[in-house]
């Protein structure tokens, strides 16, 4: 920040650290000669100057006015190994600070100075102990009438607490440790008031997973119970609620911390190591706090930032150009109102950007507008003033491309960071952010505007400590509340600087903080997996929310320098996965063809709750000429499933050899992407082909013609010999020898004669048939050919 310059052609600083060191150099005389000789009447430092550790636990009224008195309370801890006797706390008032950056040195100096941290009030203004072992702490409580305190013009004066006494090895009075502060004095009202707007973010980190129950009701589940807790009595967010609704601020809220919120107020389950879910108990505290939350934001500005609160930088820096994610970004902007205005019934403002800590460079304020955002809030420390305003300027600058910066001052901004659970490290805190808004009030009588943006997720402590400030602030005298936008729409000081500082300014600190480009990578993995599983889905709705919203946690401003944010995108890429997996083929072993032409059943099952269809089943041989589906290599049919449902979809083949033939079976979508592991399976045909049927019916039929043909062939012999002279007494002759009283049949014949017609020499008979061939013919006969005798 600019400031007015202590001595002309001297920066403030310098000036005044010149100064100091020889006022410093000239009280060393006095210091000295009370170290040789006897004390003096201003005590000596000690050497050890924290043998006694001095904390200011509170101080009342924080900006006194006249007439009022001045409370301060604390304790005084001697740590060293020596007791302090004829101890006293005193109330020094030293000198008036003229600068913001004075204010800055004198926070940072822990030594005591003569002179420089001014005298003591003395009188009946102490607190005196006689004696304070070691290890043991006293407390003390001063009240001062503040006319008694000699403050002169309007402004801040520094003020001290010390702790004097003696010790057995040093025996006489030195001052043993001091704590310094802070008196900002205004007790009239001033000239002219600075509008300051405090933000007061409702921000926290992921809590949901992707993971929802079956059923109609798809219930939600939780990474833990950490929000429960956050939002029960006592807790940070419960505490930002109870407090902030009795303050002038600006709610700038996560939407998804709402929708978490909102969440919890139904059934819900907790995820626990062994994959396994518990239920939720926290349904009580998140109605209560959300119908706090209501009433807190009546009549408040509320601003939303883009859903799960993205990581600007980030993205801007490391996810750009990964396909898909500015899609994400927008997205995350887009369900912003509509998700508050549901919860909380009110019209948040989308307009605003808000980068971590506040710091920009040019494509973090391109990726910040991308989305619909107009106005980015920035932090001093990032858009520095190089000019010569005596005075800090007004919030608002336009950076070009009608994009406003709204820049956060940075002292205010960071008063509240560190432990506040400590009484005295609040109150320094508290005294600090007003000195510092009292100073820049007075280094001009032009009225400004002023933004404190604290850091995204204050403690419940740091919560109470930046109410309080808000509370004594707004009572002032030199300040009024103002809304953001309204600080946007402010005028800007001409002098102000508008440059965007390069990339290679931005901090390193926050460079190795952010989310590297595999993070982007996976989301868009996960992203072209979702595309794929919505194709097949009958309730698209059932899947596009709650991996919607996870996609947009994984790129959460939370996550930095967190190592949890690799397995929160691990576990919502393998619950996509499981999903998936939901939908597949079932495993199928050797297949038996029974014949050459057979059917083949390739089973489909749906294990989510919904139907699938838009899938196509294709099964392929690995052989097509010896095995054919349907009447080519392959076949495809469509597929839908009704949920918790299994289909056998059925292909026809054909097989013209024997043997194993590999088949593929793979499912696809409707737009040709594969969809899951094929299947793989061995058809074996085990029974003749149809081409050995053939042949085998074939060689059949001629066997029977040839048995037909000889059966005509012997029927035509038979009719010719009938036809034949002399077959009539052949005929009678057989019926003599059949008559039972002939004597000359065989049977009646001697054991070894035979029959006379059998013989050799025996004459020919008229009805012996003709013989094929003479029997003194020695050559063949010709083809075909038939002799007769």
């Known amino acids: 920040m600019a400031e007015a310059a202590d001595f002309p052609g001297l920066t403030p600083s310098p000036a005044r650290r010149w100064f100091r060191r020889a006022g410093v150099l000239l009280a060393g005389a006095p210091l000295l000669a009370g170290l040789l000789q006897l004390p003096a009447s201003e005590p000596a430092y000690a050497a050890a100057s924290d043998q006694v550790v001095v904390s200011v636990d509170s101080l009342t009224p924080s900006a006194p006015t006249d007439g009022d008195t001045l409370t301060v309370s604390g304790t005084v801890l001697n740590k060293g190994k020596q007791a302090v006797t004829a101890a006293h706390v005193d109330l020094r008032v030293g000198q008036r600070l003229t600068t913001r950056s004075g204010i800055d040195d004198v926070a940072a100096r822990t030594d005591y100075e003569s002179g420089a941290d001014g005298t003591a009030v003395g009188g009946n203004y102490v607190e005196k102990f006689p004696k304070i072992a070691p290890g043991v702490a006293q407390s003390f409580t001063i009240s001062v009438p503040v006319d008694k305190l000699d403050l002169g013009q309007d402004g801040v004066y520094q003020i001290g607490l010390s702790l004097s006494g003696e010790t057995a090895a ?24 600075t509008r300051t707007t405090f933000l007061w973010p409702l921000i926290s980190t992921v809590h949901m997973t992707a993971e929802t129950g079956p059923g109609e009701l798809q219930t939600p589940v939780f990474l833990n119970e950490d929000l429960a807790a956050e939002i029960s009595p006592g807790g940070r967010l419960e505490q930002m609620v109870s407090l902030g609704k009795d303050l002038d601020i600006t709610w700038v809220i996560d939407p998804d911390l709402l929708a978490s919120v909102d969440a919890m107020t139904g059934s819900y389950g907790i995820h626990n190591a062994d994959d396994t879910n518990t239920p939720g108990t926290g349904q009580a505290v998140a109605k209560h706090w ?10 408040k500005e509320v601003v939303a930032l883009p859903f799960a609160d993205p990581d600007l930088a980030s993205i801007a820096h490391k996810g750009k150009n990964v396909t898909g994610i500015l899609n994400h970004l927008k997205s995350a902007t887009d369900v912003a109102a509509s ?5 909380l019934h009110t019209t948040p403002s989308t307009d605003f950007a808000w980068p971590a800590s506040g710091a920009v460079d040019p494509s973090i304020i391109k990726i910040a507008t991308s989305a619909g955002a107009d106005k980015v809030i920035v932090r001093s420390d990032s858009l520095k003033e190089t000019g010569d305003l005596p005075y800090t300027p007004s919030a608002a600058r336009p950076v070009g491309g009608g994009t406003t910066a709204v820049v956060a001052d940075m002292r205010l901004s960071t008063a509240f960071q560190g432990d506040m659970t400590n009484a005295g490290s609040s109150t320094l805190s508290v005294q600090k952010f007003l000195a ?4 820049a009030t007075l280094q001009t009588k032009k009225q400004r505007t002023v933004v404190v943006a604290p850091q995204r997720m204050p403690s419940a402590s740091q919560a109470q400590t930046m109410a309080e400030a808000i509370t004594d602030l707004q009572n002032s005298n030199w300040s009024q509340p103002q809304d953001l936008t309204a600080a946007a729409d402010t005028k800007p000081d001409p002098g102000a600087n508008t440059k965007v500082p390069s990339a290679s300014l931005y901090p390193s600190a926050l460079k190795h903080q ?10 868009a993995a996960t992203q072209e997996t979702l595309d794929k599983f919505k194709i097949i889905l009958t309730d698209k709705t059932r899947v596009e929310t709650p991996f919607g919203r996870a996609i947009n946690r994984e790129m959460s401003t939370s996550w930095r320098g967190s190592s949890a944010a690799k397995g929160f995108r691990g576990g919502v890429s393998s619950y996509l996965g499981n999903l998936t997996r939901q939908v597949k083929l079932i495993y199928k072993s050797e297949t038996k063809l029974s014949g050459g032409s057979a059917t083949i059943p390739v089973t489909v099952q749906n294990n989510l709750v919904q139907p699938v269809d838009n899938l196509v089943l294709r099964v392929t041989s690995g052989n097509p000429t010896r095995l054919k589906i349907g009447d080519d290599d392959y076949q495809e049919q469509s597929v839908a499933v009704s949920g918790g449902h299994s289909q056998s979809v059925k292909f026809a083949t054909s097989s013209n050899a024997n043997g194993p033939i590999t088949v593929t079976a793979q499912l696809y979508t409707k737009d040709g992407q594969k969809y899951g592991k094929a299947v793989y399976f061995e058809v074996r045909v085990t029974e003749f082909t149809a081409m050995a049927m053939l042949v085998i019916g074939g060689g059949f039929l001629l066997l029977v013609l040839a048995g037909l043909r000889m059966y005509t062939q012997r029927k035509r012999a038979a009719a010719r010999r009938a036809e034949e002279p002399g077959n009539e007494q052949e005929d009678e002759a057989t019926e003599e020898n059949a008559d039972p009283g002939n004597h000359d049949g065989p049977e009646c014949r001697p054991q070894g004669e035979s029959d006379p017609a059998s013989r050799a020499d025996a004459p020919e008979q008229p009805s012996d048939p003709t013989p094929d061939t003479a029997p003194d013919s020695a050559g063949p006969s010709g083809t075909g050919e038939r002799v007769d005798r």
Do not use: H, K, N
């Open 170 to 193: 040093v025996p006489y009075e030195r001052v043993l440790g001091i704590q310094r502060t802070f008196l900002p004095w205004q007790p009239e009202e001033a000239d002219t008031r």
């Open 290 to 299: 959300l119908a706090e939350l209501q009433d807190a934001v009546v009549g």
């Open 339 to 343: 998700t508050v205005a549901t919860i």
């Open 436 to 439: 510092q808004s009292l100073t």
């Open 514 to 523: 952010q989310l590297p480009e595999s993070a982007f990578t996976d989301i």
